[in-house]
């Protein structure tokens, strides 16, 4: 009995179904009246996202891995308790630990208007501990209806505070980077690790692009969106409990020297990250808990 045949029998819901998908890994495919959408148990990670009347929301590299230990290079990872390299550890994996652990399924439901929640867990373990001696819980509930909600929740069950840095580093598939833009972030102070982290307000109305970019705007709080003209489509990415907003593409040299990126791949993707780093990373109490969640959705025109 594999690990999908397991939890389809602790869990049978209609519209949801576990299986073993890349390379084994366990994942839970989506197919409901609203969307269809495909979840990996490992890392916790949303890899698929497409509303019955659309095209795919979510890009994945052609060349991700599937590999206990490594991340899986698309859709939503989920990048805790550190963001970017480990502040002190060079050796510690990119981004935290969070989207390189097998998380546990906590419930599969159909809600009344016939969306699917999904919820899952990740609580602290020697695996953790060594990377990183603190007590924790992460929940991550998805809802997949005609848009995607995507909660994280961290609890501290310690006696100390917990100092963390915590990102849904959404890829969203795009016609061509050279063509979208991104409003919302209009006056919002930007953090360009393409600039040694210099930082000033980015003063306009729409981000373009033309090179890599690696830019983290703190205290942005609003809603952005994802203008394709040529997909003639509109990306909503509206957030709540998240002030920063990281927006990435690593365009042509960057993307050739990842192995898990494919070389033609750069132009069709971009994160628009819901994110508390920098500047914005969260402390919570002893006994506390922290709620971040982006709500995406897809609209016709531009
Ligand atoms: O969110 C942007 C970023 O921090 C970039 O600097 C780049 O490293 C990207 O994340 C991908 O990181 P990864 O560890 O997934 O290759």
Redesign the pocket.
Known sequence: MTVADELNRRFSVAGARFIDGNNGLPMVKIANDHAFALVSIYGGQILTFRPVRGKEVLWRSQNSLYEIGK?I?GGI?VCWPW??PHPAEASQP??GFARIQTWQVDSVTQDDQGRTCLTLFLEDGDPTRRLWPHAFRLELSVRVGSDLQVTLTVRNPGQQPLRCAT?L?TYFAISDIRRISIAGLKDRVCID?MLRNERRPDPRKVVVFNEET?RIYIDSPDTCTILDPDWGRRIIVAKEGSRST?V?N?WIMKASR?SDFGADEWPHMV?V?TANVFDDEVCIAPAAAHTLTARISCEAGC
């Open positions: 991340p290079r990872p963001f970017g990119p981004h990102a580093h690790k690696d990281v990435w690593p990842m994160c990250e």
